[in-house]
């Protein structure tokens, strides 16, 4: 992750847009980047997406990583422990007894 970091970084910093990447609006253009994957599947038949637009996915998928790399690294958050973090919470509030094969929410249990 950190290789991934410094690469976006770079690239970001070589263009001088950092001036531009506050919280506010890396949180807009993750959520955006987010809206443009979803967008594929719009009115589509799920597997007719994942096999013709293959490309696009990938493409999407990237910004979004993109973005929350970015936006980890500016706010000082290690994503890694991050996500650790969450998996332990989620361990918790979806116990595999309660949870397995269920699509119920926590809170429904």
């Keep these: 992750m950190q290789q991934l970091t410094s690469k976006i970084v770079g690239f970001r910093d070589q263009r001088n847009w950092g001036q531009f990447h506050n919280a506010k609006d ?3 253009s993750l959520s955006l980047e987010a809206s443009e994957l979803l967008e594929l599947f719009q009115w589509e038949q799920s597997d007719n ?3 013709d637009r293959r490309e696009d996915i990938k493409d999407e998928l990237a ?3 993109y ?4 936006m980890s690294h500016d706010l000082g958050i290690n994503i890694e422990e991050a996500l650790e973090s969450k998996l332990k919470k989620n ?3 979806y116990p595999v007894d309660k949870a397995y094969g269920s699509n119920k929410k926590y809170t429904e249990f």
């Design 63 to 65: 910004d979004v990583l």
């Design 49 to 51: 997406v994942v096999t």
């Design 91 to 93: 361990e918790k509030k």
């Design 26 to 28: 890396l949180a807009i």
């Design 67 to 70: 973005y929350v790399l970015l």
